[in-house]
């Protein structure tokens, strides 16, 4: 099993959504990302030089979702990967995304998408 890092809970308020008015109102999302990276160089020196910045895949994520605007969860989730697969030296990618409590007749949490893509 390779080595992973992760990223939980990165919360916006965003306009995405299949509706006119979801997409006017906006709502809560909330990202996970897995990121497939071979830690040992930064174990053994600990040096954040040998490993991927959290805190840049976060403010990456959090742009992607709050300067975009897409019909539907799956188009942003997909664009993320791309995006972290783009820009960090990670093997492998998933990212999570929940759309929070949903406008949905029947009550939920949350709805959402999970992709694992690689290079």
Do not use: C, W
């Amino acid at each position: 099993m390779p080595d992973s890092i992760l990223i939980e809970g990165i919360t916006f308020h965003a306009y995405h959504g299949a509706s006119d008015e979801e997409q006017a109102v906006g709502h809560r999302y909330s990202v996970d990302v897995v990121l497939e990276y071979d830690i040992r160089a930064a174990a053994q020196s600990d040096d954040l030089s040998h490993t991927i910045n959290y805190s840049a895949v976060a403010k990456r994520v959090l742009a992607i979702g709050t300067e975009n605007q897409f019909r539907l969860i799956e188009t942003l989730a997909e664009r993320i990967a791309a995006d972290i697969l783009q820009n960090f030296p990670a093997s492998a990618v998933e990212v999570t995304v929940r759309k929070l409590l949903p406008p949905m007749k029947v009550p939920a949490q949350a709805t959402g998408v999970k992709i694992r893509r690689e290079r």
